[in-house]
């Protein structure tokens, strides 16, 4: 028994589901599902299809480069069975996955974390600029609590006078 | 990838054992509509079924042969599958070849458009509908195959076949 991986969206195929294309030049695609094989059919290329892994991959959405990945390379070769590497390894299995898991889900909040800044610099920029939509000036310079503080930078005087003048 | 598409039979194959006679030679027909959307629909969701009388398949051996058509499906009354053998009558063939055109011919189903179950579960389809020529003992004509076989072959006994292949998919 061995699982495979889907030649489109990259998932492991289970015994029992799937279909195996073979084409006249001896090259095997297998499908976890109907749907991978009607994109296939439809000669769609998985690299440029949003929800298959080869494309999550290309474009930097999922991590790409992991040891946790060497693990999971096909070997060709067949290994003589060894019960006590077979019992190590299933030990291991787990393990490793969850490493591999919460490696990847790193990498989303990683790459996630970024638009969040981007997205709160955002909203107290606005919330600056806008405010008079909700409230009138009036009333803001009256009542000093609904305003942000205003953020004060210190700008260090000798430096400004070290620096040569741009003619 | 070749241009699969532009070489199928119309859908609706079930028909065939129907209108066998009508049907001599009906390898590649590409049909043209207008509306190319509707019709590629169709045309992805194609319906496979069984190597039956009048199927054109190919001959993937070098007894000479080029085209067999099934006259005949061996122990089913629906038709062929992979693996199976098949009685055939050699529509076209090379011209200095072990048979000739219009011979009558036994062969083994080598590639099959229609999936096969297999017992782990899964299923295996190929792109195209190949024979390998036989005799009735089951013993193949040609000294050489061309293209995937199935290991389905080697539980249906054409184990000769299978040293042949170059690639047992």
């Known amino acids: 028994m061995r699982l495979e991986k889907c030649w489109f969206c990259s998932s492991t195929i289970y015994p029992g589901h799937g279909i195996q294309f073979v084409r006249n030049d001896a090259k095997i695609f297998r499908f976890c599902r109907s749907k991978c094989h009607k994109n296939f059919k439809m000669k769609r290329n998985p690299r440029k299809v949003k929800w298959t892994k080869a494309y999550r991959r290309l474009h930097g959405k999922d991590m790409t480069q992991d040891s946790t990945f060497e693990f999971e390379r096909k070997r060709n070769r067949p290994q003589r069975y060894d019960r006590i590497n077979t019992e190590k390894v299933l030990q291991a299995i787990p393990k490793i996955s969850k490493v591999k898991a919460t490696r990847e889900k790193d990498h989303i909040t990683r790459r996630l974390t970024v638009g969040k800044v981007n997205r709160r610099k955002e909203d107290r920029r606005e919330l600056e600029q806008s405010i008079s939509l909700v409230k009138a000036p009036s009333v803001l310079k009256e009542d000093a609590t609904l305003t942000l503080p205003k953020q004060k930078v210190t700008v260090s005087y000798a430096q400004t006078e070290n620096t040569p003048m741009e003619e | 990838m070749a241009a699969r598409f532009l070489s199928k039979s119309p859908s609706g194959r079930s028909l065939l054992g129907a209108l066998g006679t009508s049907l001599l030679g009906v390898g590649s027909v590409a049909r043209e509509t207008t509306s190319k959307h509707a019709y590629s629909d169709i045309l992805f969701q194609q319906q496979r079924t069984f190597v039956q009388m ?116």
């Open chain 2, 54 to 169: 009048g199927t054109n398949l190919k001959v993937v051996d070098n007894s000479g042969a080029k085209r067999v058509m099934c006259i005949q499906a061996l122990k089913s009354k629906k038709g062929a599958k992979l693996g199976e053998v098949i009685i055939g009558s050699v529509k076209e063939a090379q011209p200095r070849g072990k048979v000739k055109k219009g011979d009558v011919v036994y062969g083994v189903v080598v590639r099959a458009a229609m999936q096969r179950g297999r017992c782990d579960g899964s299923h295996v389809r190929f792109d195209d509908n190949a024979v390998v020529l036989v005799n009735k003992q089951g013993e193949p004509i040609g000294t050489r195959v061309f293209g995937p076989v199935p290991h389905e072959l080697r539980k249906k006994k054409h184990v000769k076949i299978l040293a042949l292949a170059e690639h047992i998919a």
